[in-house]
C-alpha cells in the first residue's frame, strides 16, 4: 500500500510505501523483484491528480492510502 497526502492542488507529495510486497515474499531470491514491484507502484502514484477536498469551499490537502494491485495479463 502506498500513503500520500494529497495537496490543496490535487498533486500528491510525501509519497511512500506504508506496507511493502516484499512484506508477504517468504524466499529471499525473490525480494528484490517484490521491491521493485514497490518502486513501480511509488512511481505509478506519483502521476495521479486528484479533485482536492474540500472544507468550508476551501481546497484543502488530505492523507490517502491507496492500495496497488499487479495483475499478469
Known amino acids: 500500500m502506498i500513503g500520500l497526502v494529497v495537496d ?15 512484506d508477504k515474499i517468504t524466499d529471499e531470491k525473490d525480494r528484490p523483484a517484490a521491491l521493485s514491484l514497490d518502486q513501480a ?19 484543502i490537502p488530505v492523507e490517502l492510502i491507496v492500495k496497488v494491485n499487479f495483475q499478469l495479463f
Open 8 to 22: 490543496a492542488q490535487g498533486n500528491p507529495t510525501k509519497v511512500h510505501v506504508v506496507t511493502s510486497m516484499a
Open 41 to 59: 507502484a511509488l512511481e505509478a502514484v506519483s502521476q495521479y491528480r486528484f479533485e482536492p477536498a474540500k472544507l468550508n469551499g476551501n481546497p
